[in-house]
């Protein structure tokens, strides 16, 4: 999420590696050394857009074919503002 906010797009591969290299600082696995499956960015993004589409409808991540994903930067504004908003009473 943080990849997609602070770009205009994400490619797919740079996408795995921030999936590699957060499971690689996992405890959970730390002996197992197999690389994740690249479709499984593909399977994160759509969780993704179930979770930001229940939150605010106009919060939609775009494919790019083949290459990655972007939000407008109209709706990456938006997102931040929820963010800060949920955030603002800490």
Known sequence: MIALLKVDRVEKLKLH?????QRLFRSQRPN???????KMVDVMICKLRKKLLVVDERFVIKTIWGG????DPEVRTLVVEKVNEGTSGC
């Open 68 to 71: 990655g994903y972007f939000m």
């Open 32 to 38: 197992d050394l197999t690389p994740t499956d690249p």
């Open 17 to 21: 590696h921030i999936v590699e290299q």
